[in-house]
């Protein structure tokens, strides 16, 4: 079985440690199995309910999943860039900005489970065509250094990160 072992700290910016930290040793089994229970977790939500909003000013439901998707995809980008080799330095991004022209509230919460089995299968397709020389390769995102399984493992704790607040001020389980 493939394997993305968890980089050293030297391949990431600090910041992205709480997400590495949560991505387990090995970022593909994560991806793998989150694969499954992020769907599965969403499976009984009605439309209402991915309506919620724990406090004003914070996103629903639908909006968590959509931000999910959205760095699960800028996290890819960075990965493929670095694997590939491309020195060029990939920018950063401001996620409340990205949420202010976004369209999440006004889709079916099923097609937003249906894109994220999409973008986690793309994900998944991506790490597992990698080697191990690809996987250490770095390059710049945001202005800071980071590899290419830094990023796989990014994508993989923030994830569990964001279903964590979705269980605790959600209270879905």
């Not at 030297?10 to 229970?37: C, K, N, P, Q, V």
């Not at 991004?93 to 489970?113: G, K, N």
Request: proline share 3%; hydrophobic share 40%; glycine share 8%.
């Amino acid at each position: 079985m493939f394997r993305i072992d968890r980089p050293e700290p030297d391949e990431f910016f600090e910041y992205y440690g709480r997400y590495i930290g949560l991505s387990g040793e090995d970022a593909m089994a994560t991806l793998r199995a989150s694969a499954a229970a992020t769907p599965r977790l969403l499976s009984g939500i009605t439309e209402p309910q991915a309506m919620f909003r724990y406090a004003p000013g914070k996103w629903s439901v639908k909006q968590v999943l959509g931000h999910i998707i959205d760095c699960e995809r800028v996290f890819m980008y960075r990965a493929l860039t670095f694997a590939r080799g491309d020195q060029t330095s990939v920018p950063g991004f401001e996620e409340d900005e990205w949420m202010e022209h976004c369209t999440f509230d006004r889709r079916a919460l099923s097609d937003i489970v249906d894109e994220y089995v999409a973008v986690r299968a793309a994900t998944i397709a991506l790490a597992g065509s990698l080697d191990e020389v690809a996987l250490t390769r770095r390059g710049t995102a945001n202005g800071r250094t980071m590899s290419t399984r830094a990023a796989l493992h990014c994508a993989a704790g923030h994830e569990l990160h964001h279903v964590s607040i979705l269980k605790e001020r959600y209270g879905l389980a």
